[in-house]
């Protein structure tokens, strides 16, 4: 899938490769939407094309790394039996000692870690050794959203590159020559997601359009002053719950920001009361995995909604 707003990136590297200098150690700043994982992956299929310096995407190798199943790929992700989360400093030694292997293909080697920030300490003091003195050919992907989350001896050892997801118009754009014919519910997704194209793509789209109308309607009814909190709140408070917060989380920020956004602007309300509401909103979304009431939560959320509203 060719993703245009990778293109500066994927040029920075393909740079890179042809002088030779394609780097030991990036670290990947992704950001939900911006298609970190894909980026890494064309990383990988530079270290292992067989027509390098340029990505073919039709040789076995380019073939077999996007399958993810390469022998000279390897993909570290947190241990499913480590309830914690964590990638373990035993994986990071395991692929230290694998990378210190010479290739099976010749050309090179590539460790894709992701989200690199799930390293505990230890792990990550175990990968410094890789990462000060790495074996020619091999190379290590550090994907992450939260690069502050890593050690800074970690992070100055590693050439970064950022990654910022595309504007609307450009998600837009994007989805629309992906699925051509879908407009309305490609807005709906991005209404309720943000500017995450690759997430909209995989998503129930007529699950989203409903979830968008949802929030909709509730701060139409806010407006006129006829919001039914306690019965809202039920509502809300179900499994839905995280992707409805997503979606009034985007609506307030389109409100702060002045963006489009939920096709037309459902509320009057003064800049200062959406940021507060903002805050809720994202405390909220915090708080969505403790045990704190859900329904009562949304209640609070909604009674502060609907009284900001009443006094723009
Ligand atoms: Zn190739």
Known sequence: ?????????????????????????????????????????????????????????????CR???????????????????????????????????LALSSHGGRGSCVVINPADAMNRQACNALLKTLEEPRPGAHLVLLTT????????????????????????????????????????????????GPAPLEALDADRAHLRAIRDDIKHLLQQAQTGRLDVVRQAAHWSGQDMPLRLR???????????????????AVTLKIAAALALLDQVRELQGLLATTVSRPLAMEDMLWRLSAAVTAS
Do not use: Y
């Open 146 to 193: 939260q690069p502050a989350r890593l050690p800074a001896t970690v992070r100055s050892r590693c050439q970064v590159l950022r990654l910022t997801a595309p504007d609307r118009a450009a998600a837009l754009a994007f989805l629309d020559e992906q699925s051509p014919g879908h407009r309305a519910d490609w807005e709906a997704a991005l209404d309720v997601l």
């Open 1 to 61: 899938m060719n993703l245009p707003w990778l293109a500066a990136a994927q040029q920075q590297l393909a740079h890179a490769a042809a002088t030779g200098r394609l780097p030991h150690a990036l670290l990947i700043h992704d950001s939900s939407g911006a298609g970190g994982v894909e980026l890494a992956r064309n990383f990988a299929q530079r270290v292992l094309c067989e027509a390098t310096p340029d990505v073919c995407g039709r040789c076995a190798s």
């Open 247 to 265: 979606g009034l989380e985007q609506a307030l920020s389109a409100h702060v920001l002045r963006t489009a956004s939920l096709s037309a602007p």
């Open 64 to 98: 077999q790394a996007q399958a993810g199943e390469h022998p000279d790929l390897r993909l570290v992700v947190p241990d499913p039996e480590m309830k914690s989360g964590q990638i373990t400093v035993d994986q990071v030694r395991e692929l230290s000692a694998w």
